[in-house]
């Protein structure tokens, strides 16, 4: 054991004992640009319009909702998901902004939330909110990117505001709602009528 602690000591003060200081040497890598194309010499059908920078916050907010609440779902689950966040914004019942949406719910003094007592199941249920940073991750955001750059995005949940997982008994609010539709593992519930 001694001798592997001195051949690292060694190793670590060899280069500044011949002189050569290699912790003032590092790497920079060459700058690169990205090179606008002339978008008169791109066809009408390729050009892309209206599309407002997405928010980083927002981008988050929503990517961790979809994640948690259905990663593992089809593309249309994950996006009825985020959908419902982006039909409560635009609700003038809830919160005007994607973060709020998602974190909406009762909170300590400290700010941390109730458990249990939060719009998210998965906010206030003690768990850390640290995605995976795998597959599952980069489809929630990629998706949730999506979502918040398509102003006029079909809404497959039919304007529903609220939704619950298939396999838990309904909650108290479920029977004052309207159900528009059961996509994978969630029913969805709109506050209007038909």
């Not at 606008?36 to 928010?55: E, F, G, K, S, Y």
């Not at 939330?113 to 955001?141: A, I, T």
């Not at 998706?143 to 108290?172: C, M, Q």
Request: charged share 25%; with cysteine; glycine share 4%.
């Amino acid at each position: 054991m001694l001798r592997i602690l001195i051949f690292f000591t060694i190793l670590l003060f060899l280069p500044f004992s011949i002189g050569g200081n290699s912790l003032n040497q590092y790497w920079n890598p060459e700058a690169f640009s990205i090179k606008r194309a002339h978008t008169d010499a791109m066809p009408p059908m390729l050009m892309i319009t209206n599309v407002d920078q997405v928010d980083p916050m927002e981008l988050e907010c929503l990517s961790k909702n979809i994640y948690f609440e259905a990663s593992t779902e089809s593309t249309a689950g994950k996006i009825a998901v985020g959908q419902v966040v982006l039909n409560r914004k635009d609700s003038i019942s809830f919160p005007n902004t994607v973060c709020d949406v998602v974190y909406e719910g009762k909170h300590y003094k400290s700010g941390f939330p109730v458990r249990d007592r939060c719009q998210f199941s998965w906010y206030c249920d003690g768990k850390h909110d640290r995605p995976f940073r795998g597959k599952l991750w980069e489809n929630s955001v990629e998706l949730a990117k999506f979502l918040l750059e398509s102003n006029d995005l079909v809404d497959i949940t039919d304007g529903a505001t609220f939704y619950h997982a298939d396999y838990i008994s309904a909650p108290r609010w479920a029977s004052a709602k309207i159900k528009t539709v059961t996509i994978d593992r969630h029913i969805f519930y709109s506050s209007r009528r038909m």
